[in-house]
């Protein structure tokens, strides 16, 4: 592709050095510059790409394209704002793949990863190929392996290169996780969406959001661009599905789902056991009985949101019903990893989060029983909900066990004095600290018996810990199964 025809894209640019050439490729990393490569200057939190665009242009880039002027002989085209840029000459680099297929984002607080993995089951059921791209990365269907688990929603670059790859093997639908970040940031700029679900919204990154308020707004972005005849699938029980609606243009179709209140699709005489959910949905004049593997009331509000998408897009119920009875928990939602003791492995990490698992968790715990739940909080994010999240442990189990989570920069001690702030009387019988997370899952097997219910919560999935100068291999599931007996 000419350069030309990317600022044929641009309403407003500067040019420096201009000369019209060829590209290969699109970098934000001057590390992973390669020849041929434009490099575009994102600032982010921690780092200012303006400071690498020198390094970039030694690794081989062409161009840059920047918000001022550069000490540089390379072309620069000079833009206001480079995060709207890039997705912009990203989406035309791969040619605009979005708009070959059913491009289906999910958004919200809790739940994204199980309801994409719920979506992507309903279509594959109705023998239609179907990609995920979310937290724990990309895959083409359900039978291969993740690939390149960096962000919830991938930078422009890698999205729209994903999704040509999907388009391009002959893939029509995707499910996507879209989180606030991505749509403050404009990653998901240019992408045509076919269809939006709204989990809920409880509180998670008000360290950069800042108010609950701009934390909305940020998800409603999603629903902002959809287009007359695309479906916007909303939590009616969500105090903020009201105002979410609002959001959404004359022209799309709106189905609401809930157990609380009337919604489109509603689900009624719920049971819980160690087996799953069992519960009856009503919709479009019908009630039927469905079975999950799935636990938790979390859990019937994501087979909900899911089974109103496949409404959405015109699949049988029965054929929904099928689906969602023979899908298995997804890796660390929620995730059995012991019997004797019932071990469970969550990626909680919210408050909201946190006392769904632990109110989950209690509906399979024995009257004679305890609830044990482990669990930490990460550094350098969202601070006030620490004390929030050891006042709902508190609250809600017979024991804890408070720890690190992925530290960051901070110190893991000052983390959990946040946390234990929250804890209304310290009971050293039941209320017990070990910053290093592998000695507090292993402490756990002292502490409960064979009858218990223990909630290890905060990471789920991840294989790894973040610490203050350097990540580690760390996999809450691998530490719990050293110490109690497998499934």
């Known amino acids: 592709m000419l350069l030309d025809d990317l600022l044929r ?25 390669k020849q041929g490569d434009i490099f575009i200057c994102i600032k982010g939190e921690a780092s200012d790409g303006h400071n690498y665009a020198k390094a970039a242009a030694e690794n081989g880039a062409v161009a840059v394209f920047c918000e001022k002027e550069l000490d540089l002989d390379i072309p620069q085209i000079i833009v206001k704002d480079t995060k ?3 997705a ?3 989406a035309a680099f791969y040619n605009e793949p979005s708009k070959e297929i059913n491009l289906i984002g999910v958004t919200g607080t809790n739940g994204k990863t199980t309801v994409t993995h719920l979506i992507q089951k309903i279509l594959e059921t109705n023998n239609e190929k179907c990609s995920l791209i979310g937290t724990l990365g990309y895959k083409l269907s359900s039978l291969d392996e993740y690939k390149d688990a960096k962000h919830t929603t991938p930078q422009p670059p890698e999205l729209q290169r994903d999704l040509r790859l999907m388009s391009d093997s002959g893939i029509k639908n995707v499910v996507m996780e879209v989180s606030s970040h991505s749509l403050e940031q404009n990653r998901v700029g240019c992408c045509n969406f076919n269809g939006a679900v709204f989990t809920n ?13 701009n934390y909305f707004k940020a998800k409603a972005m999603l629903f902002n661009t959809l287009q007359p005849g695309a479906f916007a699938v909303i939590n009616a029980d969500d105090e903020y599905s009201e105002e979410l609606q609002k959001e959404v243009a004359d022209g799309v179709k709106i ?7 009337n919604a489109d699709v509603k689900a009624e005489e719920i049971e819980f056991s160690t087996e799953g959910a069992k519960l009856s949905v009503e919709f479009n004049g019908h009630k039927e009985r469905m079975s999950l593997h799935l636990n938790g009331m979390f859990s019937v509000y994501n087979a909900l949101a899911a089974f109103s998408t496949g409404l959405a897009l015109k699949i049988d119920y029965k054929t929904i019903i099928k689906a969602l009875e023979c899908t298995k928990s997804v890796a660390g939602r929620f995730e059995i990893v012991s019997k004797k003791p019932l071990v469970i492995v969550d990626y909680a990490h919210t408050p909201d989060g946190l006392e769904n698992v632990l109110k989950a968790a209690r509906e399979l715990t024995g009257a004679k029983s305890q609830l044990i739940c482990l669990f930490g909080c990460g550094g350098d994010r969202d601070t006030t909900k620490r004390p929030k999240m050891g006042n709902i442990a508190d609250k809600l189990s017979d024991k804890v066990v408070v720890t690190s989570d992925n530290p960051r920069s901070e110190d893991p001690q000052l983390i959990i004095s946040d946390i234990m702030t929250g804890i209304k009387t310290v009971d050293t019988k039941r209320i017990f600290v ?34 203050k100068n350097e990540t580690i291999h760390f996999d809450d599931r691998e530490e719990a199964k050293k110490v109690f007996t497998c499934v």
Not at 255 to 261: C, F, M, Q
């Open 255 to 261: 189905i609401t789902y809930g157990v609380k209140k």
């Open 201 to 213: 919204l409880t509180q998670d990154h008000l360290d950069y959001h800042i108010t609950m308020h």
């Open 9 to 33: 894209l641009l309403e407003e640019y500067k040019t420096k050095n201009y000369k019209n050439i060829e590209i290969s490729g699109i970098s934000y990393n001057s590390q992973k510059t």
């Open 434 to 467: 070990e910053p290093d997370r592998r000695e507090a899952i292993k402490f756990l097997k002292s502490i409960s018996k064979e009858d218990d219910v223990i909630v290890i919560a905060g990471k789920g999935h991840e294989d790894y810990q973040i610490l």
């Open 84 to 86: 709207r840029t890039m």
């Open 88 to 90: 912009n000459i990203s």
